[in-house]
């Protein structure tokens, strides 16, 4: 089983920056990539970036550009930066991690975090 702890959200003012981390431990071995979801009141929940462990990475159309993913290796962790944040940002966000598929190029993500609140309010 792979464990995921996610931190770095809270309270932010419209047009300012969050980082989340999400820490793994566990069965590290039998994933090879990793992700972001969020889910906001009331929306189904959507990928915004993932990460695979070579660094290839993957992003959602609206979010590329603001958010920007990355992997420490050597701590099992990933991060995700968030910049120019908006009322719109607010949601759970949740890490994920599974297996990418070199042949079909996806990514099953079969282990999640508890989730974390962002909040962007003035």
């Known amino acids: 089983q792979v464990q995921l702890v996610e931190s770095g959200g809270g309270l932010v003012q419209p047009g300012g920056s969050l980082r989340l981390s999400c820490a793994a431990s566990g069965s590290i071995f039998s994933i090879n990539a990793m992700g972001w979801y969020r889910q906001a009141p009331g929306k189904l929940r959507e990928l915004i970036a993932s990460i695979s462990f070579g660094g290839t990475t993957t992003y959602a159309d609206s979010l590329k550009g603001r958010f920007t993913i990355s992997r420490d290796n050597a701590k099992n962790t990933v991060y995700l930066q968030m910049n120019s944040l908006s009322p719109e940002d607010t949601a759970v966000y949740y890490c994920?991690?599974?297996?990418?598929?070199?042949?079909?190029?996806?990514?099953?993500?079969?282990?999640w975090g508890q989730g974390i609140q962002v909040t962007v309010s003035s």
């Open positions: 994920s991690a599974g297996v990418l598929r070199s042949g079909s190029g996806t990514i099953d993500f079969s282990h």
